[in-house]
Nanobody, 119 residues
Framework: QVQLVESGGGLVQAGGSLRLSCAAS????????MAWYRQAPGKPRELVAA???????NYADSVKGRFTISRDNAKNTVYLQVNSLKPEDTAVYYC?????????????WGQGTQVTVSS
C-alpha cells in the first residue's frame, strides 16, 4: 500500500513563497517518476512539475523559473518550492507517484494541500 501525504500549503500574498512536501510510505526509489499536479476550481487537474528516479525534471511553462521540484531519497520525500506566487497559482496541489509494474505503470495520489494566493 502506497501512501503519499502532502503538507506545506497555506495562504500567502502574491510574490510570496511556500515549500510543499510529499512524504511517501517507504522508499521513493521504486517510483519511476514523482510529480506535482494542481487543480483550481472549475478547471482540470494539470501537471506542474515532475522528477524522475534519475533526477531529470520538467515543468509546466506557467511555472518555469518560479517553481523547483526536488527529492530527498533519504527522507522519502519530494518537495516543490514555489516562489513568486501569483493569484492564478491558487489551487489544490496533489502529489503523484508512478510505479512501474510488469503490466504497466500504476499511479498513486495524495490527498492534496491547498495553496491560496491573495492579490
Amino acid at each position: 500500500q502506497v501512501q503519499l501525504v502532502e503538507s506545506g500549503g497555506g495562504l500567502v500574498q502574491a510574490g510570496g513563497s511556500l515549500r510543499l512536501s510529499c512524504a511517501a510510505s517507504g522508499s521513493i526509489f521504486r517510483f519511476n517518476t514523482m510529480a506535482w499536479y494542481r487543480q483550481a476550481p472549475g478547471k482540470p487537474r494539470e501537471l506542474v512539475a515532475a522528477i524522475t528516479a534519475g533526477g531529470s525534471t520538467n515543468y509546466a511553462d506557467s511555472v518555469k523559473g518560479r517553481f523547483t521540484i526536488s527529492r530527498d531519497n533519504a527522507k522519502n520525500t519530494v518537495y516543490l518550492q514555489v516562489n513568486s506566487l501569483k493569484p492564478e497559482d491558487t489551487a489544490v496541489y496533489y502529489c503523484n507517484a508512478a510505479l512501474g509494474t510488469p503490466t504497466g505503470s500504476r499511479y498513486y495520489w495524495g490527498q492534496g494541500t491547498q495553496v491560496t494566493v491573495s492579490s
